[in-house]
């Protein structure tokens, strides 16, 4: 059985996936300096995906 890897850079859509929120979520979290690290401007943002579970980590309560 094959397993599915995610690449190292998400797109928007696919980190918006993975943190399963919607892709519009994560760009005004862009607008307002919050969320996790990105790279890029415009439509070339990626996120790495060790940036997402940091990010998930540091907001776990």
Do not use: C, Q
Not at 21 to 29: F, G, I
Not at 38 to 46: F, L, N, S
Request: charged share 25%.
């Amino acid at each position: 059985m094959a397993t599915t890897t995610l690449p190292a850079l998400l797109t928007p859509a696919e980190a918006a996936a993975y943190l399963r929120r919607s892709p519009k979520t994560l760009r005004n979290w862009r607008s307002r300096g919050i969320g996790p690290k990105y790279t890029g401007r415009g439509h070339g943002v990626r996120y790495r995906r060790d940036d997402l579970d940091a990010w998930i980590r540091a907001n776990t309560h």
